[in-house]
């Protein structure tokens, strides 16, 4: 007879035991007023992904759709949620069916592309993060997009294609809150210079700082051949674990585990 799975292994035992804050208490209060709102519940999830409870905002945003199924935003929210968590199949699994309820939807879009990147789907990736960029209302959503659409490409080894499409990013628009990918995509297209901007990132805050230096540690490794100088960005990265839940933060641990594969 096979052995079957533990149950300590199958069951999740463990839960957060830190306090949660104010804007989780007041979102629970909004709950228990009006139980069966699907927005409060989103709210709710919202509120404790805001502290990093990412198990917690599933059960928010699953209890959410059982009051409405059809809730775009939930399967989105939840997406996040499961990213955050390392389990990218389920990601992307709500992403889908997100968008087959709101089909412009340009953050599933985006997520689903980032989830299939994750999970080394990268045909299906670049696919989702074609449709992101058509989506793409302004330059910032543009310059996120496109710097995981030429991550992916380089490790698929289409590096001509990679600088094509490094290429229609430039060095006068308008960033927003894609400043750290702004950064990296100017330096895959030859306008910046690699080590300026990894010293940049260096400053800043662990999320940030991941946000910037991922892709600069594909870009050596699959562009330049410099896998030494990409694992020690890599570890670096790893080792300024602030925000573990961050998809560049994950990316990285996953190319480090598998390092020698």
């Given at each position: 007879m096979s052995k079957k799975g533990l149950k300590e292994n199958q069951i999740f035992a463990a839960r957060d035991t830190v306090e949660e804050n104010d804007k989780i208490k007041a979102a629970r209060e909004a709950v228990a007023a009006d139980p069966t709102n699907a927005e409060k519940y989103m709210a709710l999830g919202l509120a404790l992904r805001g502290q990093m409870f990412f198990r917690e905002a599933l059960e928010a945003y699953s209890i959410g759709l059982t009051y409405d199924p059809f809730m775009s935003l939930l399967y989105r929210h939840r997406?996040?949620?499961?990213?955050?968590?390392?389990?990218?199949?389920?990601?992307?699994?709500?992403?889908?069916?997100?968008?087959?309820?709101?089909?412009?939807?340009?953050?599933?879009?985006?997520?689903?592309?980032?989830?299939?990147?994750?999970?080394?789907?990268?045909?299906?990736?670049?696919?989702?993060?074609?449709?992101?960029?058509?989506?793409?209302?302004?330059?910032?959503?543009?310059?996120?997009?496109?710097?995981?659409?030429?991550?992916?490409?380089?490790?698929?080894?289409?590096?001509?294609?990679?600088?094509?499409?490094?290429?229609?990013?430039?060095?006068?628009?308008?960033?927003?809150?894609?400043?750290?990918?702004?950064?990296?995509?100017?330096?895959?297209?030859?306008?910046?210079?690699?080590?300026?901007?990894?010293?940049?990132?260096?400053a800043k805050d662990d999320h940030m700082y991941a946000t910037g230096a991922y892709g600069l540690a594909v870009y050596e490794e699959y562009v330049l051949g410099n896998r030494e100088k990409a694992k020690e960005i890599l570890t670096r990265i790893a080792g300024r674990d602030e925000t573990w839940g961050g998809f560049a933060e994950h990316a990285a641990a996953d190319q480090l585990k598998h390092w020698d594969d």
């Open positions: 997406g996040h949620a499961y990213v955050n968590l390392g389990q990218y199949q389920e990601a992307a699994a709500d992403f889908e069916m997100g968008l087959r309820i709101d089909p412009k939807n340009w953050d599933c879009w985006y997520h689903l592309g980032l989830s299939y990147h994750l999970m080394g789907s990268y045909e299906r990736a670049l696919k989702a993060y074609e449709t992101c960029y058509a989506l793409s209302p302004t330059d910032e959503y543009r310059i996120c997009t496109t710097d995981w659409y030429c991550m992916t490409l380089m490790k698929m080894g289409r590096i001509d294609d990679m600088r094509k499409a490094a290429a229609r990013i430039h060095a006068d628009m308008e960033p927003g809150m894609s400043e750290g990918y702004f950064d990296r995509v100017l330096v895959y297209n030859g306008t910046r210079n690699i080590d300026e901007v990894l010293a940049e990132a260096a």
